[in-house]
């Protein structure tokens, strides 16, 4: 499909698209905070893949490079563009949660406030560590293929991962929903 993409066989670039979109969409929105940015940032992102096909090396991962450009894209607007409050909404298509009883609505109100409190604390990341992090726990790519996508050493994403994870941790202990450990 990406060789006929290649060849200018819009109807697979198409496919792509599809095939890509919703996947690419609940990373951005997630680095950029915003669903009218995660939206354009995704629609750049396609944009700049096809006028760019050409270059792609059929020897990487298509949606490796294609995750490169739309990290790469979000994290410049989120440099350039001034910090502005907003909010994630609903939960994310890989974090579904269904109650197990509908009848336990203190455990369901529990479950939402420490959920938000945990999607606050993210939003509190660097936008470096926050890429890193959503990468690796939401879209479970491994250590290499993240350095692929944001063009970082593997040793760089270890650091900005374990930095994430301890802001988060001490955030989360600071705000006394998880216990401090001796």
Same mark, same amino acid.
């Given at each position: 499909?990406?060789?006929?993409?290649?060849?200018?066989?819009?109807?697979?670039?198409?496919?792509?698209?599809?095939?890509?979109?919703?996947?690419?969409?609940?990373?951005?929105?997630?680095?950029?905070?915003?669903?009218?940015?995660?939206?354009?940032?995704?629609?750049?992102?396609?944009?700049?893949?096809?006028?760019?096909?050409?270059?792609?090396?059929?020897?990487?991962?298509?949606?490796?490079?294609?995750?490169?450009?739309?990290?790469?894209?979000?994290?410049?607007?989120?440099?350039? &563009?001034?910090?502005?409050?907003?909010?994630?909404?609903?939960?994310?298509?890989?974090?579904?949660?269904?109650?197990?009883?509908?009848?336990?609505?203190?455990?369901? #109100?529990? #479950?939402?406030?420490?959920?938000?409190?945990?999607?606050?604390?993210?939003?509190?990341?660097?936008?470096?560590? &926050?890429?890193?992090? %959503?990468?690796?726990?939401?879209?479970?790519?491994?250590?290499?293929? %993240?350095?692929?996508?944001?063009?970082?050493?593997?040793?760089?994403?270890?650091?900005?991962?374990?930095?994430?994870?301890?802001?988060?941790?001490?955030?989360?202990?600071?705000?006394?929903?998880?216990?401090?450990? %001796?």
């Amino acid at each position: 499909m990406i060789q006929r993409a290649k060849n200018g066989d819009t109807k697979a670039f198409d496919s792509l698209v599809m095939k890509y979109q919703q996947r690419l969409y609940f990373v951005i929105v997630r680095i950029v905070l915003n669903h009218e940015d995660a939206d354009d940032v995704v629609q750049d992102t396609f944009i700049k893949a096809y006028r760019s096909l050409d270059s792609f090396d059929e020897s990487y991962r298509f949606y490796t490079w294609l995750y490169r450009i739309a990290v790469n894209t979000a994290l410049n607007l989120v440099k350039h &563009r001034k910090h502005k409050e907003s909010s994630l909404e609903k939960k994310q298509e890989n974090n579904r949660y269904e109650p197990q009883n509908n009848n336990n609505l203190e455990d369901d #109100y529990i #479950y939402k406030e420490m959920t938000g409190e945990v999607r606050t604390a993210i939003k509190l990341l660097a936008p470096e560590m &926050r890429t890193v992090f %959503i990468l690796r726990v939401f879209e479970e790519m491994s250590y290499k293929e %993240i350095a692929e996508t944001m063009g970082i050493s593997i040793g760089t994403v270890m650091s900005r991962l374990n930095r994430a994870r301890n802001t988060l941790k001490d955030y989360l202990q600071n705000i006394g929903l998880i216990q401090n450990s %001796i």
